[in-house]
């Protein structure tokens, strides 16, 4: 029989119709919203113990330690819960009670941590890394895991090359860990170095600054959840990323609402980023060229406090 983990990934690939005003070339939307715990992180969660398993890191007993405030714990819940292993995942103060009641209705065990800049020893990093450093507890280490970016150079580019027959303009994607865009781009440029690799990054983010400078940008807060940052992520490879486009937290969201409304995907608010910088590469690709290809990380049921509530939204 078929497990679970057979349903992560082969998500499909939708091309937009409503929301790519003055576009040149069509612009396709990979629809990773659409796995099993709702995010693109199933693949990687699947990916980190599957090459755990094999290595040997990882035994029956074990517990699996992350520090994380969303999806990868969702997507680590999910295999966790499969393949009976313990789940610790560490999390700051300010993730939302929404976030903390599914981790622990799915089995999850939270250490709730400080709000701290990386460098302090109270940071959820940090915590997670002491936490695991003990005998049978294994990080799970998504900013550094190597199988992050390989599962996306295995299979997301992949799968993505094959719906479009191998005809692509430009990939568009957000980074948290990079592992998404890093992944999908190498194994994308390996294919057709013509394909242009381009970050959609928050205003505030400091990872467009340099891609396009050469050198961080400078540090502002933003409010779209899981991408951009102030550091450069172990797993993130700068030398596959053409150029970037930074993209206000109002015009995220409003396309997010629109992405919901008009063309019936209900995703979350990096999804509104990648978007909004796809539709900006389409409007000034050459015509003829191939399609744009943007990834839609993550589910709109996390943000219903947030994104889809009017008062919030007032705020922002
Ligand atoms: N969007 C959301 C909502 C996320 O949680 C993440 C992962 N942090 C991303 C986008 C970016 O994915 P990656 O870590 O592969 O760069």
Redesign the pocket.
Known sequence: MPSLSAAIGHTPLVVLRRVVEACRVPVLAKCEHLNPGG???DR?ALAIIDAAESSGKLQAGDTIVEA?????GIGLALIAAERGYRLLLVMPEKMSEDKRRSLRALGAELVISENAPPSDPRNFQRVAERLADRPGFFLAD??RNPA??GI?ERATGPEIFAQTSGRIGAFV???????????VGRFLKGQDASIRIVLADPVGSRLAGLIREGALGEDGSYL????GGSEV?G??DPTVIDDALSVSDQDSFEMTRRLVREEGLLV????GT?VCAAVRVAQRAAQGSGPVVV?L??SWD?YQSTIFDEEWMARV
């Open positions: 995010s693109v992180k990687i994380t405030a969303g999806n990868t998504q900013f992050n970016p996306h994607a957000g980074a948290g860990t990079g592992g998404t865009i890093s992944g779209v959840e899981g991408i992520p797993v993130f979350g608010g990096s999804a990648a990834l990380p993550d996390r």
